[in-house]
């Protein structure tokens, strides 16, 4: 499986370019593996201006999917670390957060963003949080949509 382009995934532990021997790079995508929790919130300019200020719906549109970045064994770092394939979608999680304004510099808390729930602000601030429990699977976001709507 190829993990494509336009994706939002954990990152890897080590920076190819901060690497001092290049030979011994074992796996280009996940170098030194890869960290286990990571936040993307949308730029400034995305976020969603309302207006009216009313009390508005929010959907949250996530497609994502588990990968074990071990799909081939020969890129195994550690061989007896590698979890069974057969569900590895359990040991990944996304959770989409928002925060709302009514100036748009001072904002709410994080909270977890809930599909189908109303919100009052001006201002809508989106992220979300991707994490795992298996060092050998990371999460691949490849769609993070959001809508603010009456």
């Known amino acids: 499986m ?14 190819l370019d901060s690497s001092t021997d290049f030979d011994s790079i074992v796996n280009f995508d996940f170098n030194g593996g890869l960290n286990m929790q990571g936040t993307y919130q949308i730029p400034s300019v ?8 009313a009390l508005s719906y929010v959907n949250v549109d996530i497609e994502a999917e588990a ?3 071990n799909q081939q064994i020969d890129t195994a770092t550690d ?3 590698i979890q069974s394939s057969d569900n590895i979608g359990v040991n990944v999680n996304v959770i989409p957060y928002l925060r709302l304004s009514d100036d748009g510099t001072t904002f709410s808390n994080w909270q977890v963003a809930l599909s189908g729930t109303q919100y009052k602000a001006k201002y809508y601030d989106f992220k979300i949080e991707l994490s795992t429990t ?3 699977t990371t999460v691949i976001v490849k769609k993070f949509g959001y809508s603010v709507y009456r």
């Not at 190829?2 to 920076?15: A, F, M, Q």
């Not at 995305?46 to 200020?53: D, E, P, Q, S, V």
């Open 79 to 81: 061989f007896d670390s």
């Open 2 to 15: 190829d993990i494509g382009t336009n994706v939002l995934t954990l990152k890897p532990k080590t920076n």
């Open 67 to 69: 990968y074990n970045i």
């Open 46 to 53: 995305n976020r969603i201006y309302n207006a009216t200020g």
């Open 134 to 136: 298996d060092p050998n």
